[in-house]
């Protein structure tokens, strides 16, 4: 899980820096378009999977058994 964790601090740090560089410096349009479409919906993924809610030790056999309960 360790190797998956950094993957994704990885591709956060690279996106937010490509984010960045296009805000700051100016670029040609097609390489701001390229981090547009690739970089923002990566950088959100990136963030949403580093904070999903990972289950407690006693609760991880019952999310296995029946992951949609709470509906």
């Known amino acids: 899980m360790d190797s998956q964790k950094s993957i994704y601090v ?9 984010i960045l560089a296009c805000l700051v410096i100016d670029l040609e349009a097609w390489i701001v378009y390229a981090v547009a479409i690739f970089g923002i ?25 029946e992951p949609f309960t709470g509906y």
Not at 10 to 18: E, G, K
Not at 41 to 65: F, H, N, Q
């Open 10 to 18: 990885i591709l956060l740090a690279l996106s937010t820096i490509a």
């Open 41 to 65: 919906p990566l950088w959100i993924m990136s963030l949403g999977l580093l904070t999903m809610a990972r289950p407690k030790p006693e609760d991880a056999e019952e999310r296995v058994k």
